[in-house]
């Protein structure tokens, strides 16, 4: 499985943005994470590409939104309200086990795309 993430920018606190990940092949689900400098990565959510199943970290839930595109091979992460910790590289990830918030479940990773909040 390759991923290609795209999407990321500079955006104003309260804005947002839509990021994409192209998947060439297919897992069980996939995941969003991020990284900011000097933190570990964080897990923010998970989609399956089958069925309904979704999972959030508390710290986006209600701002951030995951989507698939299974005609297009692609998973989305919607972002509203973003803020200015919100800055990081956001890295799209694929599994095959249903959406799990453990990067170790994740085996295969896009490069990431970087996403800045002004304020």
């Known amino acids: 499985v390759q991923l290609q993430a795209s999407g990321g920018g500079l955006v104003q606190a309260g804005g947002s943005l839509r990021l994409s990940c192209a998947a060439s092949?297919?897992?069980?689900?996939m995941g969003w994470f991020r990284q900011a400098p000097g933190k570990e990565r964080e897990f923010l959510a998970a989609i399956l590409w089958s069925g309904s199943g979704t999972l959030y970290a508390d710290s986006v839930k209600g701002r951030f939104t995951i989507s698939r595109d299974n005609a297009k091979n692609t998973v989305y992460l919607q972002m509203n309200s973003l803020k200015a910790e919100d800055t990081a590289v956001y890295y799209c990830?694929?599994?095959?086990?249903?959406?799990?918030?453990?990067?170790?479940?994740?085996?295969?990773w896009g490069q990431g795309t970087l996403v800045t909040v002004s304020s």
């Open positions: 990830a694929a599994s095959s086990v249903v959406p799990s918030k453990g990067a170790d479940k994740y085996g295969y």
């Open positions: 092949g297919r897992s069980l689900s």
